[in-house]
T-cell receptor, first 116, second 113 residues
Framework: DAGVIQSPRHEVTEMGQEVTLRCKPISGHNSLFWYRQTMMRGLELLIYFNNNVPIDDSGMPEDRFSAKMPNASFSTLKIQPSEPRDSAVYFC??????????????FGPGTRLTVT | GESVGLHLPTLSVQEGDNSIINCAYSNSASDYFIWYKQESGKGPQFIIDIRSNMDKRQGQRVTVLLNKTVKHLSLQIAATQPGDSAVYFCAETPNYGNNRLAFGKGNQVVVIP
């Protein structure tokens, strides 16, 4: 089975540009998570969705960040305008929430974003 | 990019020896704990989990121990192999039934051939 799919794997952009990161969760999973990982701050949860509805976006840094999940098989994380401090690896993860399921999340390979 | 990096605790272990990685958690109400392994350039990968009603769980070459009294979690890797070189994260659910995981800062394991 395919795992979580993220695209692009690498993104280099200039400050001020819009960046869109994409994620396809594992089929059948009903929860999706966006994380950011940096050396300084480690792995931070930005937002998570359950059944396509945003449940907790308290980790979204500021209004420049937005996330959508239009259907069960696709989500985007957008940064507009991007800044150098947004440079990080962005991970998408998914799991199936419900009775009888554990809490382990399955991570994608990440998108390495560099903003110059 | 960052000019100062987060220095992870590093464990250097000889190939074939056993490894023990430790993690302290802060929330006594946490109900569920997970260990993840992250290899360079990859996403975190699930290794093993344990619920708060257990104090030990074994997998293939790995054992997780939970001490709720002192809020301590450990991961033991038997007969460490070069492929075990990675950063290991513990994670917990701070609230029962909440789907969020709170991740620790990670521990670097370096296996010496």
């Amino acid at each position: 089975d395919a795992g979580v799919i993220q695209s692009p794997r690498h993104e280099v952009t200039e400050m001020g540009q819009e960046v869109t990161l994409r994620c396809k969760p594992i089929s059948g999973h009903n929860s999706l998570f966006w994380y950011r990982q940096t050396m300084m701050r480690g792995l931070e949860l930005l937002i998570y969705f359950n059944n396509n509805v945003p449940i907790d976006d308290s980790g979204m840094p500021e209004d420049r960040f937005s996330a959508k999940m239009p259907n069960a098989s696709f989500s985007t994380l957008k940064i507009q305008p991007s800044e150098p401090r947004d440079s990080a690896v962005y991970f998408c993860a998914s799991n199936r929430q419900g009775a009888g399921y554990g809490y382990e999340q399955y991570f994608g390979p990440g998108t390495r974003l560099t903003v110059t | 990019g960052e000019s100062v990096g987060l220095h992870l605790p590093t464990l250097s272990v000889q190939e074939g020896d056993n490894s023990i990685i430790n993690c302290a958690y802060s929330n006594s109400a946490s109900d569920y704990f997970i260990w993840y392994k992250q290899e360079s350039g990859k996403g975190p990968q699930f290794i093993i989990d344990i619920r708060s009603n257990m104090d030990k769980r074994q997998g293939q070459r790995v054992t997780v121990l939970l001490n709720k009294t002192v809020k301590h979690l450990s991961l033991q890797i038997a007969a460490t192999q070069p492929g075990d070189s990675a950063v290991y994260f513990c994670a917990e659910t701070p609230n029962y039934g909440n789907n969020r995981l709170a991740f620790g800062k990670g521990n670097q394991v370096v296996v010496i051939p």
